[in-house]
């Protein structure tokens, strides 16, 4: 079974601070991915990578960076947390072509 | 612009029937097609896809339908359980570029199976 894990189930950071959220995946996928969850808008793509040190900007990255620097992790940074990031994070791997597998998610609250 | 759309935000079946469940595509590079279930404060899970070669995927009591010329993608579940009670998101990729596959996905409708 594919596992993936994310370092948080809830978190809450203040307005300012940096933010680190974790993700690892057991099933050496060479795609990893960050979406944030909010009701009424859906799954959007923040940021992407397939391949070690290697990253693409998704569809919503403004206010956000990425780290891959093993196959296994990647790790999402707000770099100065504002509140409009307060959001569910959710974490995806998966084998180039086929269909992602997403971890239990971070619920992040800004204040 | 959306490029995948769930256009019922809500869905309420009796426990028995069939639950359909429709996406509409806009972007026609898009040639992969995937279902998602999510319960809340879980992260989705995926169900079940389609390649833009088929038109029909059959998996059990589900089975998702691609009309391509239509843009449409349907989810049939049957017979509807009280477990089915979730959010499913419609997901779609164009898988042609190389690199990885970012999904794009609809906003998600909410299936209730009433009993």
């Known amino acids: 079974d594919v596992k993936v894990t994310q370092s948080s189930r809830y978190l809450v950071k203040r307005t300012g601070e940096k933010v680190f959220l974790e993700c690892v995946q057991d099933m050496d996928h060479e795609n990893m991915f960050w979406y944030r969850q909010d009701p009424g808008l859906g799954l959007r793509l923040i940021y992407f990578s397939y391949d070690v040190k290697m990253k693409e900007k998704g569809d919503i990255p403004e206010g956000y960076s990425v780290s891959r620097e093993k196959k296994e992790r990647f790790s999402l940074i707000l770099e100065s947390a504002s509140t409009n990031q307060t959001s569910m994070y959710l974490c995806?791997?998966?084998?180039?072509?086929?269909?992602?597998?997403f971890g239990p998610g971070t619920r992040l609250t800004v204040t | 612009d959306q490029q995948v759309k769930q256009n019922s935000p809500s869905l309420s079946v009796q426990e028995g029937r069939i639950s359909i469940l429709n996406c509409d595509y806009t972007?026609?590079?898009?040639?992969?097609f995937l279902w998602y279930k999510k319960y809340p404060a879980e992260g989705p899970t995926f169900l079940i896809s389609?390649?833009?070669?088929?038109d029909k995927n059959e998996d059990g009591r589900f089975t998702v339908f691609l009309n391509k010329s239509a843009k449409h993608l349907s989810l049939h579940i049957v017979p509807s359980q009280p477990g089915d009670s979730a959010v499913y998101f419609c997901?779609?990729?164009?898988?042609?570029?190389?690199?990885?596959?970012?999904?794009?996905f609809g906003k998600g409708t909410h299936l209730i199976i009433q009993p």
């Open positions: 997901a779609a990729s164009d898988r042609s570029g190389g690199g990885a596959d970012g999904l794009t």
């Open positions: 995806a791997s998966s084998l180039k072509g086929y269909e992602q597998y």
């Open positions: 389609i390649s833009s070669i088929k």
């Open positions: 972007n026609s590079m898009f040639d992969y």
